[in-house]
Structures are given as C-alpha cells and as structure tokens.
C-alpha cells in the first residue's frame, strides 16, 4: 500500500502561481511513476502531468504545457506540481497518484493506469 497526501492548494488570483506537493509512504516511493490529475466542478477529471520513476522523462497535458512543472525528490518521497501563469480554468481539485505498471508512458491518460490516488488540494483560481 501507498499512501499519498496532497497540500499546498489555495486561492490565487489570475497570473500567479502555486506549488503542489503530494508526499508518500508506504511501499517504496522510487519504483513509482507519478501523476497529476485534476478535476473541475461539473468535468471528469482530467491527466494533467506526470514524472517517470527516475524523474528522467515528463509529460504534460496540452492545456498546461508551458505552465506547469512537475518534478521530484525520491529522497523526501515527495512530488511536486509548480503552477505558474495560473488562469480560472486551473481551478479544480488536484490529485496526486502512483503508477506501478510499465504501460502507464502510453496510456498516462487513463485513471486505470495508477493503483494509488490521494485525497487532493483545491486550486482557486480568481479572475
């Protein structure tokens, strides 16, 4: 079992920026591909980024390539999602999860892909 645990949300106006963490225990944190999802009031949540194992490798969704930096520390068991030139469409609650499969390069997009999610931050974003 892993166990991850989101903070760093808030409000923010428009232009800003946050930093998210999502810090895990449990099993060991470094066989683990992470991602970000997020999910808007009223949308399905949405891949927003993700980090390989080794931190060697990052994919971003379309809408916030450019904006948004996710990175790790495997000696803090920790990830990170650093939104910069926040807009009110950032606005969701974001999660954190854990992959343990190979396929999760191709098919990162998917929920089934991670075995483990947090309980997520809220992100406001004012206009």
């Known amino acids: 079992q892993v166990q991850l645990v989101e903070s760093g949300g808030g409000l923010v106006q428009a232009g800003g920026s946050l930093r998210l963490s999502c810090v895990a225990s449990?099993?060991?944190?470094?066989?683990?591909?992470m991602g970000w999802f997020r999910q808007a009031p009223g949308k399905e949540r949405e891949f927003v980024a993700l980090?390989?194992?080794?931190?060697?490798?990052?994919y971003y969704a379309d809408s916030v390539k450019g904006r948004f930096t996710i990175s790790r520390d495997n000696a803090k068991n920790t990830v990170y999602l650093q939104m910069n030139s926040l807009k009110p469409e950032d606005t969701a609650v974001y999660y954190c999860?854990?992959?343990?499969?190979?396929?999760?390069?191709?098919?990162?997009?998917?929920?089934?892909?991670?075995?483990?999610w947090g309980q997520g931050t809220q992100v406001t974003v004012s206009s």
């Open positions: 999860a854990a992959s343990s499969g190979v396929g999760v390069l191709s098919s990162r997009g998917s929920e089934s892909s991670y075995n483990y």
């Open positions: 449990g099993r060991t944190f470094s066989v683990y591909a």
């Open positions: 980090i390989t194992v080794r931190g060697g490798s990052t």
